[in-house]
């Protein structure tokens, strides 16, 4: 299904034009009060923009031909930041509600929401009610809920926000295996969330997208100001390859593995730039990674420079800049210690 939304909330306002492919995962990034959640609620129909909203060429809103579909009929789900469970109902019953509601007679629907369960890794849970559960639990009995329905799309706001240190990484490993081959729109304030996330990423501010485009680009060469102070991360992809990151071109990268990832799998390393550092030649006898690179841009960060590369981009002072004599095409040596590189379980390749 391929969502494409046109819409506008003057009382906001808030204006956007989004394409979300089928199977795509779109993030909506951008600072506090940009329209992200304003532009959730229109897709989901709980607010009534100006324009249109459609999935493939079936109109669900359009004040054009006042067509409106009621936000139960859109085959839309919209999963919050808090799992918001039915308190009453146990967590087997909370995920055969929508299934239920859908026509599904009690056995089908209990089989529905046990299949669900088990996708999430809550089948041991699924007789005890939401307060009897951590707030990672109901997330994952949340996560079971908005799918069970079947959505055609699934709408995700801020997920990890309201979740521990210790439940986010797990949830977050749940989201990437059930958003894989969904039709999604995900917003978030976590550049992390976005990297291994999404596909694409449109960068909003005051109500308006400032920049859009491939996760890897956005992230690394910001087009707004925003987008350069939100991202200020180095993200590489590829696969792994004996405990490290293994490129398309063959170079590896290595680093610590927030959960075990077998080889093959499609792995992303998120490295920050004041973590990198630049020479000339390798250096001799160190745990480094040290990798060949270009120079392709320098620019003022704050009182350093962002020296930007093929590969990845380093914070240095001036001086350095100076001393190594860098410029656009110097050719360089990239060093960054392995404990440095976070490497994560990503999208595939192919979606990259
Ligand atoms: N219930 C509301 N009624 C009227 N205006 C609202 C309402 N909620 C948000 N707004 C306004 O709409 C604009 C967009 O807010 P929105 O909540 O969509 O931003 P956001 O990007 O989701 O922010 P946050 O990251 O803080 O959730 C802001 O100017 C905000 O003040």
Redesign the pocket.
Known sequence: MTLTADIALE????AVDLVVETGETLALL??????????LAALAGLLHPRGTVALDDRVLSDTGTRTWVAPHDRGIALLAQEARLFPHLDAGDNVAFGPRARGQSRTEAAATAARWLDEVGMTAHAHRRPHELSGGQQQRVAIARALATEPRVLLVD?PLSALDAEAAPEIRDLLRRVLAERTTVL?T?EVLDAALLADRVAV?DA?RVVDTGETTRVLSRPRSDFGARFAGLNLVRGVASDGALLMADGRLLHGLAESPVADGQPVAAVVAPSAVSIHLTHPHGSPRNSLDAVVTELEPHGHLVRVRTDLLSADVTPAAVAELRLHRGSAVVLAVKATEVHLHPSRPLSLA
């Open positions: 009382s906001r306002d808030v951008g600072p506090n009060g940009a329209g992200k959640s304003t532009v801020e917003v304030h909003m109500g």
